[in-house]
C-alpha cells in the first residue's frame, strides 16, 4: 500500500495523548487562512512511501512511545484524502496495540468507513467556525460535512476531541462560538475542546514556497480572549484547555 506524505515527527500533547509519532500526508482540499502546514498542500510536493516504511520507522520509536502512553498520529494534509492509505496505517498500528489517531478537517469524513473509526481510538475534529459564512471565509468550503461526520463520530461513540483556532476579528464572534459550543456539547462524545490560539509561526514557510500569508497581519489572540472563548465551551458543560 502506497501513500503520499511531507513528513514525520514526534510531537509531546498536542496530537493526541503522550508522545506521538505524527504522519504528515499530503493534499488538502481546504485553505485555511491560517494553515500552519502549506507544504503539505499538494500531492505532488510530497513523496510516495509504503505503508511498511512508515511501520519501519514507527517501529524505532515504540517503545519510547509506549513509554509516554502516547500512540500514532495520522495528520496532514487531509489524511482522508488518501483513505485506503489511511486506514491501512491506521489497522496495523491498532493491531499492534498502538494508541491511533486521526486529525480531519471532517470535509471528507464520508471516505472514513465504519472499519476505519474502529481501528482509531481518538479522532481530532477540527471545526473552523459554526457559522457557514464564516467557514467558508476561514477555508473556502462548506462546514455541512464536518458537521455531519462530527454527528457519526457521536453515534458510533468514537473518542473525539473538538480543536478550534481562534482568530480575531475571523473566527471569535461570540454567537459563533456559542453556537459551535452548543454543538459540540450535545454531541456527548467530545473528550475535550483544545482553543487553540492563532500565531504567525508558519510565516517563513509561506516565503519560502512563495505564497501569500493571508493572516500576515493578524496579532495573536490575547489572554483576555482566550479565556473568554474557552469561558464559552465550559459554560456548556465541556472541557476546554
Not at 459564512?133 to 457521536?154: D, E, I, K, M, N
Not at 514556497?209 to 489572540?221: K, M, N, Q
Amino acid at each position: 500500500m502506497n501513500g503520499v506524505i511531507s513528513s514525520w515527527d514526534l510531537s509531546i500533547g498536542v496530537d493526541g495523548p503522550g508522545t506521538r509519532f505524527v504522519v504528515f500526508t499530503c493534499g488538502c482540499p481546504l485553505r485555511c487562512q491560517y494553515c500552519q502546514n502549506p507544504e503539505t498542500w499538494r500531492m505532488r510536493d510530497g513523496r510516495q512511501v509504503t505503508a511498511d516504511e512508515v511501520m519501519a520507522e514507527i517501529d524505532t520509536y515504540r517503545r519510547f512511545i509506549a513509554v509516554s502512553g502516547g500512540g500514532v498520529t495520522i495528520s496532514g494534509g487531509e489524511p482522508l484524502l488518501q483513505p485506503r492509505f489511511t486506514a491501512e496505517l491506521l489497522r496495523r498500528c491498532h493491531n499492534s496495540g498502538l494508541h491511533t489517531a486521526l486529525d480531519t478537517s471532517g470535509l471528507l469524513g464520508a471516505r472514513a468507513t465504519d472499519a476505519m473509526l474502529a481501528d482509531t481510538d481518538l479522532v481530532l475534529l477540527d471545526i473552523k467556525s459554526y457559522d457557514p459564512a464564516t467557514y467558508r471565509r476561514v477555508t473556502g468550503g462548506p462546514v455541512q460535512p464536518t458537521l455531519r461526520f462530527a454527528r457519526r463520530l457521536a453515534e458510533l461513540g468514537r473518542p473525539t476531541w473538538v480543536r478550534f483556532v481562534l482568530v480575531p476579528g475571523l473566527t471569535d464572534a461570540i454567537e459563533n462560538v456559542d453556537r459551535l459550543a452548543r454543538f459540540v456539547a450535545g454531541l456527548g462524545n467530545v473528550e475535550r475542546v483544545d482553543v487553540l490560539p492563532f500565531h504567525r509561526m508558519a510565516t517563513a514557510k509561506y516565503q519560502r514556497l512563495g505564497v501569500r500569508f493571508p493572516l500576515a497581519d493578524v496579532a495573536p489572540p490575547d489572554d483576555a480572549l482566550l479565556d473568554r472563548v474557552r469561558a464559552q465551551f465550559r459554560d456548556q458543560g465541556l472541557i476546554a484547555i
